[in-house]
């Protein structure tokens, strides 16, 4: 796809139960990780508390586990959790020399809608997740998670796009007679939030019923692009039942699709 154009709402939030009150992904821009996990830390300050420790869900290859421990150096565990082993696999080779202490890390496979894999982690006081739940079907299951996960008074921060370009590519391409056939899931593919539009107010509304204090959410506007075809190609979760007569002509289809979309904007 040529661009892609996503609202991106940010959740920040702590649970107020104690009185002195936390697949290859579509295109995620690694620019906005640190300005995020720096506003999640000015509401939750995992980063000046000595020793803390903080899970990672929706944690991919690595990426934003390591971002979080190269720009708050005072933590000293970092629990990413991912639900493809693959994933998983990369992370664990991939500390960089910059990170420091590789043995901080921590990659597991868990679900965070359903738990599995995650209930030995009961009781923590940090969550955050980068561009995880825009790939969730079940989002409510997941943040009814989190908080059973977090400890009283611990605080959980989500960064994840709502409405997205690229959902409208999988779209195109679900309903298409030639590449629909190959495709299987539709449901499981394009999540509710993108299918049902859903704004800040309707997160604002649905954490506070599960028992969250929001800190903050909030919808911004941003822009990102996929360098090149490959990329494109990459982020298809069912790149590997299309023929490759189809799937080269894929890149194509995303950037009519793009164009169409820009045209009603």
């Known amino acids: 796809m040529a661009e892609q154009r996503a609202s991106e709402n940010t959740v920040l939030t702590e ?13 995620a821009a690694v620019n906005d990780a640190e300005p995020f996990l720096r506003e999640a830390d000015a509401a939750m300050n995992f980063g000046g508390i000595r020793s803390s420790t903080v899970m990672d869900v929706g ?29 998983l696999a990369i992370a664990r080779q991939n500390c960089p020399p910059k990170s420091g202490n590789c043995d901080i890390f921590q990659f597991i496979k868990g679900n965070i809608e359903t738990g599995e894999g995650l209930f030995q982690f009961r009781g923590i006081r940090h969550i955050i997740s980068i561009h ?11 943040f009814e998670m989190v ?18 370009d690229y959902y409208n590519l999988l779209g195109d391409l679900l ?6 056939q190959y495709m299987k899931d539709k ?17 604002r509304k649905l954490l506070t019923e599960i028992g969250f204090e929001i800190h903050t959410c909030k919808t911004e506007e941003t822009f990102s692009s996929y360098p090149n075809a490959e990329w494109v190609l990459a982020s298809l979760p069912f790149r ?11 890149p194509r289809r995303a950037t009519n699709v793009a164009q169409e979309a820009c045209s009603r904007k």
């Open 15 to 27: 649970d107020p139960n104690e009185v002195t009150t936390c697949p290859l992904r579509p295109v």
């Open 59 to 87: 944690c991919g290859t690595g990426n934003s586990s390591y971002a979080l421990a190269a720009i708050f150096p005072n933590i000293n565990h970092v629990i990413g959790v991912d639900i493809e082993e693959w994933c």
């Open 132 to 142: 995880c739940f825009s790939c969730l079907k079940r989002q409510k299951k997941a």
């Open 147 to 164: 908080h059973t996960l977090l400890c009283p008074g611990g605080g959980a921060a989500f960064l994840f796009a709502v409405q997205m």
């Open 175 to 180: 309903d298409h007679p030639k590449w629909g």
């Open 187 to 203: 449901e499981d593919i394009i999540p509710e939030s993108h299918e049902k539009q859903y704004d800040e107010n309707y997160y």
């Open 240 to 250: 590997q039942s299309l023929p490759s007569s189809l799937l080269s002509r894929v």
